[in-house]
C-alpha cells in the first residue's frame, strides 16, 4: 500500500520523494556552504584584520625598539662625554693637589722645625738678657764716673771760690 487514497491522489512515489528528498538535502548542503563560505570569509576577514594589527603592533614596537636603541645609545655617548670631562677635571684637580703638596713639602724643607726655632729663641733671649744687664751696668758706670767728676769740680770750684773770698778778705 502506498498510502494514497483513490480520492485523493498526490502523485508522491517512492522514487518522487527520494528526489524531492535529495533536492532538498542539496538545497540544504548548498546553503551550508554558502554559509560557511561566508563564516569563512568573515574568519578570514578578521583574522587579517588582527594580522594588520598584529603587523602595526609589531611595526611600532621595532620603531619604538630602534627609538630606545638610539637613545640609549645618545645616552652612553654622553655619558662617555661626561666621564671624559669628569677625567679631565680630575686630573686638574690631582695636578693642583700635587702642586700644592709640593708647595708644602719645599715650605716644610725650608722651614726651620719649631724645636730648633724654640732652641735658637731662647738662646737669643739669654744673650740679650746678659747685653742688657752689661749694658745697665756699664751705664751705672758711666753714670757714677760723671757724677764722681761733677763733685770733683763742684768740690775744687767751692775751693777756689772760697780761697778767693779769704784772699779777698786778707787783702
Do not use: C, Y
Request: proline letters at 1%.
Amino acid at each position: 500500500m502506498s498510502g494514497e487514497t483513490e480520492s485523493s491522489v498526490s502523485g508522491w512515489t517512492v522514487d518522487t520523494l527520494h528526489d524531492h528528498l535529495q533536492r532538498l538535502l542539496e538545497e540544504r548542503r548548498v546553503h551550508f556552504i554558502e554559509q560557511i563560505t561566508a563564516l569563512d570569509k568573515r574568519h578570514e576577514e578578521r583574522f587579517k584584520a588582527v594580522e594588520a594589527m598584529f603587523r602595526l603592533g609589531e611595526k611600532r614596537f621595532e620603531e619604538r625598539f630602534e627609538a630606545q636603541k638610539e637613545a640609549v645609545s645618545n645616552a652612553l655617548i654622553a655619558a662617555d662625554r661626561a666621564v671624559g670631562k669628569a677625567e679631565v677635571a680630575s686630573e686638574k684637580r690631582f695636578d693642583s693637589v700635587n702642586e700644592f703638596r709640593a708647595a708644602l713639602a719645599d715650605q716644610t724643607a725650608r722651614l726651620m722645625p719649631r724645636t730648633e726655632s724654640e732652641a735658637r729663641l731662647s738662646a737669643m733671649t739669654e744673650k740679650l738678657d746678659s747685653l742688657v744687664d752689661r749694658f745697665n751696668r756699664s751705664e751705672g758706670k758711666g753714670t757714677g764716673i760723671a757724677t764722681s767728676w761733677a763733685i770733683a769740680v763742684a768740690v775744687i770750684g767751692m775751693a777756689l771760690g772760697i780761697g778767693g773770698i779769704i784772699l779777698a778778705i786778707t787783702r
